[in-house]
């Protein structure tokens, strides 16, 4: 059972990974055509379309990122699921197998919060809210956290590269991965930490 469980997330996390490569393509298509972005204008100052770009390209890549971030976040909240699911059959397997129940070591003391996430950028591609409070990130915990600097070390050294973070939400713990990298904001997550 847990094997097909492991292996539909596979298949998810698949295909998260395929969309997150296109939505890169269609902002490289955006950069292409003068840098235009999501919301630069498409008309020049007399009102009429602009000369120095591909109006059409330019609409098809804005439209179709749109599309792939909504199937992109319900493939985050199915990956959400089957993550819990899998949890959750370990922990029954566990306690068929010992006849004790395990205890989830989640050391809930959070050591930062969440207070602003832009959309569109890897930390709300990730899945990340305002007000989360963060328990993990990378590496670092309560314990070793002493400023945001080792926040932003986690950052530069994992570019390009998934980082697990674990997170009260309604106090719920949550494990996400977000992967900081260039974007067409500012910073590699696009979101604003502050210390508790």
């Known amino acids: 059972m847990s094997a097909s469980i492991k292996e539909r997330l596979k298949e998810l996390v698949d295909k998260k990974d395929a969309i997150e490569k296109e939505i890169k393509e269609l902002y490289e298509v955006l950069d292409s055509q003068q840098g235009v972005g999501m919301d630069g204008a498409l008309i020049d100052s007399d009102g009429y379309p602009r000369n120095d770009i591909d109006i059409y390209s330019v609409r098809t890549a804005r439209h179709n990122i749109i599309c792939l971030q909504n199937d992109h976040k319900e493939l985050m909240k199915q990956i959400e699921k089957g993550l819990h ?37 890897p930390a709300s591609i990730g899945g990340l809210e305002v007000g989360d409070q963060v328990i993990k990130f990378g590496s670092v915990t309560v314990e070793n956290f002493h400023s945001l600097q080792n ?46």
């Not at 989640?106 to 919060?113: N, S």
């Open 151 to 196: 926040i932003g070390q986690v950052v530069q050294h994992s570019q390009g590269k998934p980082v697990s973070l674990t997170v009260i939400r309604n106090g719920e713990v949550i494990h996400l991965a977000v992967k900081p990298q260039t974007w067409s904001g500012r910073g590699l997550l696009g979101c604003n930490i502050v210390p508790l």
């Open 85 to 121: 699911a899998l949890h959750g059959l370990e922990k029954v397997n566990q306690v068929a197998e010992t006849g004790k129940k395990p205890t989830e070591k989640v050391d809930r003391k959070p050591f930062a919060k969440i207070d602003i996430v832009t959309p569109e950028s």
